[in-house]
């Protein structure tokens, strides 16, 4: 079963342009990471955010959480070409156990 | 450059056939993770173990899946006897557990092909 739910499921944008993706959950978490992973490859990790924390900053990556909501966004300024790939929200709990959720596929047009 | 390895890449095998995958979890981490992702289903966690001991397997179908970490180097998932619905990426991710972060970090995948 899926905590995170991303919205939208598909996102196509041309380069220079801003990405913004949403996540929603549904239980209390520890903290909310983002993961991106390019065709046929594995997960790699983007950024976390702890549960006590309301944005954060990497790059260009900016990723909001609200607690109060369930829900978190991650915003990509400045994409190029190379951001295509899905993005996937999860939720950590206990022992680092991780919920992903279905993902957004991102696609940046030259 | 420290990743995690898996092995095979990928796996095409009959119906009925035993199937193993093999995973090298980044050294000094001490958390192991098997998860399956198809399009219908997405990304599903089967198993994980914190120093070497399973924690949580129910993910898992038990009557044909079996996860092991033999030693601390080597993480194997079995599936036997293999059906069709069994095809998918086959993903171990390692991690050092703390009491409330922990990212993970992905092997390639092993893709499996059930016909």
């Known amino acids: 079963s899926q905590q995170g739910e991303e919205d939208p499921q598909a996102l196509s944008i041309q380069e220079g342009e801003n990405a913004t993706m949403n996540c929603s959950y549904k239980?209390?978490?520890?903290?909310l990471q983002w993961y991106r992973q390019n065709s046929g490859r594995g997960l790699v990790h983007l950024i976390l955010?702890?549960?006590?924390?309301r944005e954060k900053h990497s790059g260009r990556l900016r990723v909001t959480l609200d607690t109060s909501k369930k829900s978190s966004s991650l915003l990509i300024t400045a994409s190029r070409a190379a951001d295509t790939a899905s993005y996937f929200c999860?939720?950590?709990?206990?022992?680092?156990?991780?919920?992903f959720g279905a993902g957004t596929r991102l696609a940046v047009h030259p | 450059d420290a990743r995690v390895t898996q092995t095979p890449r990928h796996k095409v095998t009959e119906m009925g056939q035993e199937v193993t995958m093999r995973c090298q979890p980044i050294?000094?981490?001490?958390?192991v993770f098997w998860y399956r992702q198809t399009m219908m289903q997405g990304l599903e966690l089967l198993a994980y173990?914190?120093?070497?001991?399973?924690?949580?397997d129910s993910g898992m179908p038990k009557d044909r899946f079996s996860a092991e970490m033999p030693d601390a180097t080597l993480a194997t998932l079995k599936i036997q006897p293999s059906e069709p619905r069994d095809s998918a990426v086959y993903f171990c991710?390692?991690?050092?557990?703390?009491?409330?972060?922990?990212?993970?970090?992905f092997g390639p995948g092993t893709r499996l092909t059930v016909t």
């Open positions: 991710a390692s991690g050092l557990v703390s009491t409330r972060d922990g990212e993970q970090y």
């Open positions: 239980t209390s978490i520890n903290n």
């Open positions: 955010i702890r549960s006590n924390e």
């Open positions: 999860a939720t950590g709990g206990g022992y680092n156990k991780l919920i």
């Open positions: 050294l000094g981490h001490n958390t």
């Open positions: 173990f914190r120093n070497r001991a399973p924690l949580d």
